[in-house]
T-cell receptor, first 112, second 116 residues
Framework: GNSVTQMEGPVTLSEEAFLTINCTYTATGYPSLFWYVQYPGEGLQLLLKATKADDKGSNKGFEATYRKETTSFHLEKGSVQVSDSAVYFCALAVFGNEKLTFGTGTRLTIIP | GAVVSQHPSRVICKSGTSVKIECRSLDFQATTMFWYRQFPKKSLMLMATSNEGSKATYEQGVEKDKFLINHASLTLSTLTVTSAHPEDSSFYIC????????????FGPGTRLLVL
């Protein structure tokens, strides 16, 4: 079956620190990979995605590269801001199947 | 952008009662809506997929008679937890999809249910 494993939180960083949130996956078939973000009191929003190996998704300074050899899709940002405080979910979907499989979510808190 | 609302955001009820949660797409028509359940420190688990005007498709292990889903219009889906028990306490999240791409799911803010 399909599964997503992401690093346990919570993660607390100082403003302007470098961020990495690890995500690895197992999938039957060739998945598309996603990062969703949930800000306090809001619904999940698509942050970035990648649909094939070596693709890099990017948005709002965040990046993640689809690594087929290591089955990973780690989220990175070079300099985080207080406004990045949120819960981040890694997810996958296999072509032909509309369902998303989510990781457990990682709560990120950025302190000034 | 596309907005999905849920109501109520939080509900506390007595064991044995039924609770209805609404999911609305506010500025678009959703052909498909999804219902998820999230336990503390766990993944979002898909409960069911709901297409407007047809019966919902439930995931394995989800009781159809327990979690009634109705998708009567292109902007509204409801989840009714029937005869709720404390083990049904959880965070319920809906999403609505526009088109056929998986990534175009827009999520609601969730409803926290506490059954006493």
């Amino acid at each position: 079956g399909n599964s997503v494993t992401q690093m346990e939180g919570p993660v607390t960083l100082s403003e302007e620190a470098f961020l990495t949130i690890n995500c690895t996956y197992t999938a039957t078939g060739y998945p598309s990979l996603f990062w969703y973000v949930q800000y306090p009191g809001e619904g999940l929003q698509l942050l970035l995605k990648a649909t094939k190996a070596d693709d890099k998704g990017s948005n709002k300074g965040f990046e993640a590269t689809y690594r087929k050899e290591t089955t990973s899709f780690h989220l990175e940002k070079g300099s985080v801001q207080v406004s990045d405080s949120a819960v981040y979910f890694c997810a996958l979907a296999v072509f032909g199947n509309e369902k998303l499989t989510f990781g457990t979510g990682t709560r990120l808190t950025i302190i000034p | 952008g596309a907005v999905v609302s849920q109501h109520p955001s939080r509900v506390i009820c007595k064991s044995g009662t039924s609770v209805k949660i609404e999911c609305r797409s506010l500025d678009f028509q959703a052909t498909t809506m999804f219902w998820y359940r999230q336990f503390p420190k766990k993944s979002l688990m898909l409960m069911a997929t709901s297409n407007e005007g047809s019966k919902a498709t439930y995931e394995q292990g989800v009781e159809k008679d327990k979690f009634l889903i109705n998708h009567a219009s292109l902007t509204l889906s409801t989840l009714t937890v029937t005869s709720a028990h404390p083990e049904d306490s959880s965070f319920y999240i809906c999403s609505a999809r526009v088109g056929l791409n998986q990534e175009t799911q827009y999520f609601g803010p969730g409803t926290r249910l506490l059954v006493l």
